[in-house]
């Protein structure tokens, strides 16, 4: 279930089997951050197929109330937090702590209509807060095929660009020589 409107557009089931297809080796027992979770169901999907934990990062009002009635109805009551805010706001808060979490695998899969919100969250993830990032781990960023997203975000590396009908995934890593200069 998700959201009327288009402020929140789920991924497609077709391009949902294609990323766990590709993510099938790192999942078990993966920390999995879903950035702009919407209804949840890339996140739920990651708890499904074996994630360790699952933090959902969402500020939309209509869509917390869908990604809370989700993990109702699948029963889901632990294996996950909700971080009901902006998501530059919450990456900052989470790198500011005093152990940070380090995720294995990050999904960010922004409003298409908010494209800057590509660049800003995938600059603080290459940059200052990388830290979140657990070594090897994987960032993909779901958007328009259309959207030209940049092969380089500070210490992120674009490895893998899958397109599938109007949508595309575009898979980095964190590139272990910018973090050593």
Known sequence: ????????RPTSD????????????RIQGAA????????????????????????FVEKAPAALKILRAN???LGLKTGF??????VGATLRKMQ???KPERYEVVFLDPPWDAAPEYEATLRLLGGS????????????????????LEDRYGSLTRTRLLEQGD?????????SNSQAK
């Open 71 to 73: 993990l109702e109805r």
């Open 32 to 55: 999995f951050l879903d950035l702009y979770a919407g209804s949840g169901a890339v996140g739920m999907e990651a708890l499904s197929r074996g994630a360790a934990s699952v933090d």
């Open 129 to 148: 807060a990388a830290g979140l990032l657990a070594d090897g781990a994987l960032v993909i960023a779901e958007h328009r095929r259309k959207e030209h």
């Open 81 to 86: 937090r909700i971080h009901a805010a902006a």
């Open 1 to 8: 279930m998700a959201p009327p409107g288009l402020a929140t």
């Open 96 to 98: 500011a702590a005093p």
């Open 167 to 175: 949508a595309a995934l575009s898979f980095y890593v964190v590139d």
């Open 14 to 25: 077709r391009l949902r089997e294609t990323l766990f297809n590709v993510l099938a080796p």
